[in-house]
């Protein structure tokens, strides 16, 4: 059974085009892109022993970004040297994934699908998987977190974010980005499908992987950046999983 849920794919669909432009509807995702690389990277780097100095630190691990949208951290990890798929269920995503990589010089396996499909397929497992910003947009998050497991080899490390549920992330999340920003269409988010930080690690942990680290994405407003805390998970927040054996 699928978890692709046909109305979330819908609003992304219809922001395609915008994948790649810092200024447009994705103007957070960009914003927030520096943050979670630098913290995607370290998680990686540490569980397989990676020396971020060398010129491809990441070469020889596969690595699957499901719910790519246009390749915004599938090329990134590519030129760190991994073998990179990006999977999105939605069509019109695809293509503009492929295009900007050619045209970046970068080979990776884009394809539209979802984990489910994956599975399906017999697909080789991977080292390290990006789960990022998708799950609070998926029909079933224990299924769809359990399908994902299971494309991971024993050894290997999720890295799955969200937006926590609480009284802040319905003020900032729903109310600031999407209707005093409007850096969002609105209704881009469903507030009753955020997860705690809690909730998300007894999922992970019910797919059979051993969550190891959580911390949160904290936006400021004076300097318009991100940075990483061990302390505010209150409104973006990731987690690190590992699978054992």
């Known amino acids: ?8 794919v819908g609003k992304f669909e219809a922001m395609a085009a915008e994948w790649w432009d810092p200024n447009g509807k994705f103007k957070p995702l960009h914003m927030l892109n520096p943050c979670r690389l630098d913290y995607i990277v370290a998680q990686i780097a540490s569980q397989f022993g990676r020396d971020l100095s060398a010129a491809r630190p990441f ?4 690595i699957l970004d499901i719910g790519c949208g246009g390749g915004l951290l599938c090329e990134p ?4 040297g991994a073998s990179v798929v990006g999977v999105d269920a939605s069509g019109s995503s695809i293509p503009v994934a492929r295009q900007h990589a050619e045209t970046s010089g970068l080979r990776i396996d884009f394809r539209q699908a ?28 224990q299924s769809f977190l359990t399908a994902c497991a299971d494309l991971l080899r024993p050894g290997g490390v999720m890295i799955c ?3 926590n549920r609480n009284p802040k992330s319905y003020l900032v999340a729903i109310v600031g980005a999407e209707r005093v920003m409007r850096w969002l269409p609105a209704g881009t988010h469903d507030w009753s499908k ?3 930080p809690d909730e998300l690690y007894g999922l992970l942990s019910k797919a059979g992987l051993e969550p190891v680290d959580r911390t949160g994405f904290v936006f400021n ?3 318009w950046t991100w940075s990483l805390s061990n302390r505010d998970l209150s409104v973006n927040y990731v ?4 699978r054992p054996g």
């Open 1 to 8: 059974m699928s978890t692709v849920d046909a109305s979330e």
């Open 59 to 62: 070469e020889g691990l596969r």
């Open 77 to 80: 990890m590519a030129r760190l």
């Open 114 to 141: 979802s984990a489910e499909d994956l599975v399906a397929a017999g697909e080789a497992p991977f080292d390290a998987i990006l789960n990022m910003e998708v799950v609070e947009h998926v029909a079933d998050p």
């Open 161 to 163: 974010s969200t937006i």
């Open 194 to 196: 955020f997860l705690t």
């Open 221 to 223: 407003p004076v300097s």
């Open 239 to 242: 987690t690190t999983s590992i």
